[in-house]
């Protein structure tokens, strides 16, 4: 039976062995001895949001770079800190890492959300694919013409209820566990969560039917970094509003 003291407990615990693994036996805080992880992005979601959330989960602390101009873009490219001329960039450990899920899987890799074995890790890039693949349809949603989002916004709904919600619903029911992958909490998790907030922001009758993913998202929404970063003034940012899409228009020439 879940209990979610229980449950915070162990995953104090597992954070501060986490921690202590990452930083080489030095004492959990906010960050490590090349300093806090910084994201160089737009001051929005679109696909830095998964990198927030990821960090957040791991009791990671990070600053964020905003670029608020094409010329902040211009910078960073004439800098040659972006190996392929665009963002998100994220330095850590003394890396400057592209590339979106490369990022992810390091952050994962490093704080032990990514699996105990190599077929742990299959089931959980699988899982983190189909997370994506939904995810990437409501990105583009506020960036589609006005003519085209009713469209778009059924096939979320259609894909969501039919292809992807019933997928993890399946999983969980199926080994009967309160994680998708080793009954231990790993990145998986965390994006689907992520996209469940996302998916309920534009309807939430769409979760109706999906008692399993209801409580995947309260148990992980009350572990205590998550929950923290959940809460109002943190790094969390909002939905993408049209001051928003402009600002990615602008910065990204899109």
């Known amino acids: 039976m879940w209990n979610l003291k229980t449950e915070q407990k162990k995953y104090h615990t597992a954070t501060k062995s986490r921690l202590l693994v990452a930083r080489g036996g030095e004492k959990p805080g906010g960050c490590d001895m090349a300093g ?16 927030r959330w990821l960090l957040a989960a791991a009791g990671v602390e990070f ?11 211009e ?3 004439n800098d040659g800190v972006l190996m392929f001329q665009q963002v998100p960039m994220v330095e850590i450990d003394g890396m400057k890492l592209a590339q979106t899920r490369a990022i992810l899987n390091y ?43 009713d469209a778009k916004m059924t ?9 992807y919600f019933p997928a993890f619903e399946k999983v969980l029911k199926s080994h009967g566990q309160h994680y998708l992958v080793g009954n231990r909490l790993s990145k998986a998790d965390i994006h689907l969560v992520e996209l469940i907030y996302q998916v309920e922001e534009i309807d939430p009758s769409l979760l109706a039917n999906f008692p399993l993913l209801k409580a995947l998202k309260t148990r992980i929404s009350n572990l205590p970094p998550v929950k923290k970063f959940l809460q109002p003034g943190s790094q969390r940012k909002p939905p993408i509003d049209a001051k928003a899409v402009k600002a990615a228009r602008e910065i990204f020439k899109i």
């Not at 806090?36 to 990198?51: A, S, T």
């Not at 600053?63 to 902040?72: H, I, K, R, T, V």
């Not at 096939?155 to 292809?163: A, D, F, H, V």
């Open 36 to 51: 806090k992880p910084k994201l160089h992005y737009m001051n929005g979601r679109l696909r830095m949001e998964p990198i």
């Open 155 to 163: 096939q979320i709904r259609e894909r969501t209820t039919n292809r």
């Open 75 to 77: 910078k960073l490219r």
């Open 107 to 149: 952050i994962a890799a490093k704080h032990n959300l990514y699996g105990t074995d190599i077929k742990e890790r299959a089931l959980i890039d699988m899982y983190s694919e189909g997370i994506a693949d939904l995810y990437e349809m409501i990105l583009r949603l506020p960036l589609c013409p006005p003519d085209e989002q």
């Open 63 to 73: 600053e964020e770079q905003f670029l608020e101009s094409p010329e902040d873009l």
